[in-house]
């Protein structure tokens, strides 16, 4: 996969997470939503964990 790719996955995800979760909140109301949403925050985290570890340029020594 490729860096642009994988910029733009994370963009993405990262405002549509945003844009989800502000909706719920305002929706179900700040007190029931907490838990769920520090839970999701947590997920979308280590989502993005993982995508930055991917998009990571290989290192390779080159004898220097």
Same mark, same amino acid.
């Given at each position: 996969m @490729? !860096? !642009?790719l994988l910029r733009w996955a994370g963009g993405l995800l990262a405002t549509? @997470?945003?844009v989800a $979760? =502000? $909706?719920?909140?305002? =929706?179900v109301?700040?007190? !029931?939503a907490d838990p769920r949403v @520090?839970?999701?925050?947590?997920?979308?985290?280590? +989502?993005?964990? +993982?995508l930055a570890a991917a998009a990571r340029p290989d290192r390779r020594d080159g004898g220097s």
């Open positions: @490729s !860096r !642009r549509g @997470s945003a $979760m =502000t $909706m719920y909140v305002l =929706t109301g700040p007190d !029931r @520090s839970a999701l925050g947590a997920l979308l985290g280590l +989502a993005g964990l +993982a």
